[in-house]
C-alpha cells in the first residue's frame, strides 16, 4: 500500500437511496439534494422535475481531491437503470468523468443498473473501458427464504460476459 497518497477532499454524493425528502433537515456536516441543486444552479426554484427519486438499494459517487486533481469511482449502482440514470441526469453528474466502478456486494438493490450506468460512462468517456470491481462471490444466484421455508429466486447481478459485453474490465 506504499502507493496510497492522502488526498485533500473526499465527497461522497448519493445517487440512489432508499429516502429523499426534500423537507427535512440534514446533519451540518452533510449537504441535502435540494441544497446541492440550488447552490449549483441546476434547481433555481425547488420544482418537482428536478428532484430525484428514491428507491430500495443504494449507489454513489466517490470523489477524491488532490490539489487540482480529482478522481471519481461509482460505489454500487442501484436497483433498476431508471432510478439511477435520471437521478445522476438531475444531479448533473456527468458519468464521462466515472473512472472506474466498485459494486460491494452481489444483491440486485446495489448492481442491477450496472450495465446501464457502463453504457452511459462509456457513451461520454469517449468510449473508453470501465474498470469493475468486486467480489468472486458477487456472481452467485441468491434467493429469499420466506416464513414458510419456501425459497425465491433473486435476479442475479450481470455476470462477468454481461458487463465485458458493455465494455467493463472486470477485476475480482
Partial sequence: ?????????????????????VLSSVPAYAESETT????????PVVASKC??????GFSCLVTAYRGTRKH???????????????????????LG???GILVSHGHIDHG???????????????????????H???FRSRGLKLPNGAVVPLEDIPGIDALTEHGAHVSQ
Avoid: W
Fill in 112 to 134: 442491477g443498473a450496472v450495465l446501464a450506468a457502463i453504457d452511459a460512462i462509456r457513451e461520454r468517456n469517449g468510449g473508453r473501458s470501465v474498470p469493475f470491481y468486486a
Fill in 51 to 56: 428532484l430525484c427519486c428514491a428507491a430500495h
Fill in 72 to 94: 471519481a469511482m461509482l460505489f454500487d449502482i442501484g436497483p433498476e437503470s431508471y432510478a439511477f440514470i435520471r437521478n445522476c441526469q438531475r444531479l448533473g453528474i456527468d
Fill in 36 to 43: 446541492y441543486l440550488l447552490r449549483t444552479g441546476k434547481m
Fill in 136 to 138: 468472486p462471490d458477487m
Fill in 97 to 99: 468523468e466515472v473512472e
Fill in 1 to 21: 500500500m506504499a502507493d496510497l497518497v492522502p488526498v485533500d477532499r473526499l465527497e461522497v454524493q448519493i445517487l440512489v437511496d432508499n429516502v429523499t425528502d
